[in-house]
C-alpha cells in the first residue's frame, strides 16, 4: 500500500501530493477572500444569490434549530440561517481557512448579525462537533475544494441529527452538450481574465474553474452520500446543471 506521503490528488488539472492539497487551496482562498463576493457576482450573473436563496427553501431550519454552514465563507447563507433560528437556535460557521472567516465574521457583524452565529476554523474531513448535533448541514460551493470527499460526506453524516439533513450545493455537469461548451468557454477564457482584472489574480481563478470540471458528476455525488449512509438522496439540476443541489437525510 502507498505511503501517504506519495498519493496524489487532483489541484485543478494538475496532480499534487494528497499532503499539499490543503495549502494549496489555502493559498487560493487567501488571495481571493477580500473580493470574493463581488467576484462571486460577475462569475454568476448574480445567479449565485438564487441558487442559495433555493438552497434555503429545501433546508427545512425552523426557530430553534442548530445549523452548520460549512465552507461558509462570507456567510451568505449564515446570514439567512441566523434570522430564521432565531435567538433560540444557533449557526455555526465553519471555513478551514481563517481569511475567508475573517471576511464573513466582519460582513455578518456590519449586518448586525451576532449572538446566535459563532465561528470555527474547521476542516471538514474532520469536523470537531460531537455525533448527532445539527439539524441542518450545508456546504455552498466548498466540497470541490476538499481533498477526501467521501471521508468529509462521512464527517457531516457522523455530527446530523437522526432526521436531519444535508445540503450540497456545488458546480456540476451542465445537462446538454451545447450549454457545456459555452460553459467551457466563460470557464477557461472569462473567468481567469476577470480575475486577473478584479482581484489581480488570474491563477487562483483558472484553479477554480478547474476544480469545477474535476467535481463528481451529479449521479457520482449522489451515490458517495449514499455510500456513507444518507438516505433519500437525490439532486435538482439548476440553471441546466451548471449547479446542482443534493440533498441527503439521516435516519
Not at 171 to 186: G, N, R, T
Request: hydrophobic share 40%.
Amino acid at each position: 500500500m502507498q505511503d501517504d506521503q506519495k498519493k496524489t490528488t487532483d489541484f485543478g488539472f494538475k496532480e499534487i501530493p494528497t499532503d499539499e492539497k490543503v495549502q494549496a487551496v489555502a493559498q487560493v482562498f487567501h488571495s481571493v477572500a477580500a473580493k470574493y463576493d463581488i467576484m462571486n457576482d460577475l462569475m454568476s450573473g448574480g445567479v449565485h444569490r438564487l441558487w442559495k436563496r433555493h438552497t434555503i427553501s429545501q433546508s427545512g431550519v425552523r426557530a430553534g434549530n442548530c445549523v452548520l454552514d460549512i465552507a461558509g465563507g462570507t456567510g451568505d447563507l449564515t446570514l439567512k440561517f441566523s434570522r430564521l433560528v432565531g435567538s433560540e437556535g444557533q449557526v455555526i460557521l465553519a471555513d478551514i481557512n481563517d481569511s475567508m472567516l475573517k471576511v464573513g465574521r466582519d460582513k455578518l457583524a456590519n449586518q448586525g448579525i451576532v449572538g446566535n452565529v459563532k465561528f470555527v476554523q474547521a476542516n471538514a474531513e474532520a469536523l470537531p462537533f460531537p455525533d448527532d448535533t445539527f439539524d441542518c448541514i450545508t456546504i455552498a460551493f466548498g466540497l470541490r475544494n476538499v481533498t477526501d470527499k467521501s471521508k468529509a460526506l462521512a464527517s457531516m453524516y457522523r455530527v446530523l441529527k437522526p432526521g436531519g439533513r444535508l445540503l450540497v450545493l456545488e458546480f456540476s455537469k451542465p445537462e446538454s452538450e451545447l450549454l457545456s461548451q459555452v460553459y467551457d468557454q466563460y470557464s477557461f477564457r472569462l473567468l481567469p481574465a476577470m480575475g486577473k482584472l478584479i482581484a489581480n489574480d488570474a491563477e487562483s481563478y483558472r484553479y477554480l474553474a478547474e476544480s469545477i470540471r474535476m467535481h463528481p458528476n451529479q449521479e457520482t455525488l449522489k451515490g458517495m452520500m449514499d455510500d456513507v449512509g444518507f438516505e433519500r438522496t437525490s439532486y435538482q439540476n439548476l440553471t441546466g446543471g451548471i449547479v446542482a443541489l443534493h440533498k441527503g437525510f439521516k435516519f
